[in-house]
């Protein structure tokens, strides 16, 4: 399969990547790993006439900590997230998610800031950024401005990000020493989009949830933040009874297509599942 | 479309062409530089038949432009056998160990064996299972390309082979 023509641009600068996206416009398409993209242009889903390569701007690169945030540069790999000590210290559901998404070579070449701004519901990273209540750091023609990630998704490939912007950095508040954590993701096999996804962090205080984000994965058209549920377990000590309410409050937010991975009610099922999992998960890992 | 002139290093030599920015890294490789050891399988960024080293990272190349890979340092399994033509301890591996029956993924199986061998050197079979993960094979149910593997970091780290109990 070969992909239609277009123009390839390798922009060393963000202001030159914007411009060349302005001139351009429609016609335009941000190229960061290319394993979402390209694979929709060999079948000639996406036709952009011109690519611009983001891999030479040095600026969308690295990890690094600024006051109580990690800011994670837009073209950090999934297998940079995987082998980062500082990540893995301080931010441990990150790594436990990307090990997660597709295979070695896609993360080799995978990017976060890829696999967040396309917008496709079946990515992992977005219900874990909308848990852990990041910010995306955009910058466009009329200047830079944050975007929460639980502002961010409005359909499916539909986000808050304008056609001339760039997505440059994830910043992630530092979740509290000794939280909880867990990625709980039902697959078919290693590669495949999530049948249904939970993330879940936590803080405990002498046994009772002290704090809980939710976020699930690929069970409507956007990923989707269960406030309802994490409410619900906030002050429990998870017991069962208080699980199951939670659960029944997170399926009820979810609305999944049926399709291969299962029709919309066993999908819907599966949501509850992987959350009741990641809820005890992330509550043995407190501490 | 105008053609974009791309050089990169390819199992150590130069190697340059003219290509149009769609043509697919696998495309350059195999039909430009005749190095068809990488093949196309799936075409979907699934199989892994495609694979490549590139820059220290396996890469599917049916997945990346020529153009995004100007100026890298690649490996294919035309460049893993000596030039006396002594196997490498992979190639070595696989063929002792019966790791292969057609063979049709063993090209991208080894470069993605030793890119995983180069980062750790003495991998679980749980790791080797999960590091081979991008790879599909429809011929052997993965055993003996597990056990080759194990048989080549053995003899990358200078012990004995030992084979798990069935």
């Known amino acids: 399969m070969i992909p239609g023509s277009f123009a390839y641009h390798r922009p060393t600068s963000v202001n030159d990547a914007i411009r060349l996206l302005a001139d351009f416009g429609e016609e335009a398409r941000p190229l960061a790993g290319g394993h979402s993209l390209i694979p929709m242009m060999k079948l000639r889903l996406a036709t952009p006439e011109h690519l611009v390569d983001l891999a030479g701007i040095a600026d969308l690169k690295g990890i690094r900590t600024e006051g109580g945030d990690i800011v994670i540069g837009a073209m950090v790999t999934q297998h940079e997230i995987v082998g980062s000590d500082l990540l893995a210290a301080k931010i441990p559901i990150l790594r436990e998610a990307s090990l997660l998404v597709a295979d070695p070579q896609v993360r080799y070449v995978g990017t976060l800031g890829g696999n967040v701004a396309n917008g496709d519901p079946g990515n992992d990273m977005p219900a874990v950024m909308m848990c852990l209540g990041a910010g995306y750091g955009v910058v466009g023609s009329s200047g830079e401005r944050t975007i929460p990630a639980r502002e961010f998704y409005q359909g499916a490939y539909l986000t808050a990000l304008k056609p001339s912007e760039i997505l440059t950095n994830i910043r992630i508040p530092v979740p509290a020493a000794g939280h909880g954590f867990a990625y709980e993701k039902l697959k078919r096999k290693i590669g495949d989009y999530a049948t249904a996804a939970a993330a879940v962090v936590v803080t405990m205080s002498g046994g009772t949830v002290a704090t809980c984000s939710i976020g699930l994965t690929n069970v409507a058209d956007t990923p989707l933040w269960a406030e309802e549920a994490a409410r619900i377990v906030t002050g429990s000590t998870l017991d069962a009874a208080t699980v199951k309410r939670a659960v029944a409050a997170a399926e009820a937010i979810t609305s999944p297509a049926s399709d291969g991975r299962g029709p919309a009610h066993y999908r819907t099922k599966m949501a509850g599942v992987m959350l009741a999992r990641a809820l005890a998960s992330a509550k043995a890992r407190a501490h | ?79 893993m056998a000596a030039a006396d033509g002594t196997l490498h301890v992979l190639q070595d591996a696989f063929r002792e160990m019966h790791g292969l029956q057609c063979g049709f993924c063993t090209p991208g199986m080894i470069m993605r064996a030793y890119r995983l061998l180069e980062e750790n050197r003495n991998p679980s079979e749980e790791e080797i299972r999960f590091g081979i993960s991008g790879n599909l094979c429809r011929c052997t149910g993965y055993q003996n390309i597990v056990k080759a593997i194990q048989y080549a970091a053995a003899k990358m780290n200078g012990v004995p082979f030992k084979e798990a109990a069935e």
């Open chain 2, 1 to 79: 479309m105008a053609k974009s002139h791309v050089s990169m290093t390819v199992n150590g030599k130069a190697a340059e062409g003219l290509v149009e920015p769609r043509t697919l890294l696998i495309h350059f490789l195999r039909e430009q530089l005749n190095l068809t050891g990488p093949h196309i399988g799936c075409d979907t960024s699934h199989c892994g038949a495609c694979t490549v080293d590139l820059d220290g990272k396996s890469v599917k190349s049916c997945t990346m432009f020529a153009v995004q890979a100007n100026g890298a340092d690649i490996r294919t399994i035309e460049g």
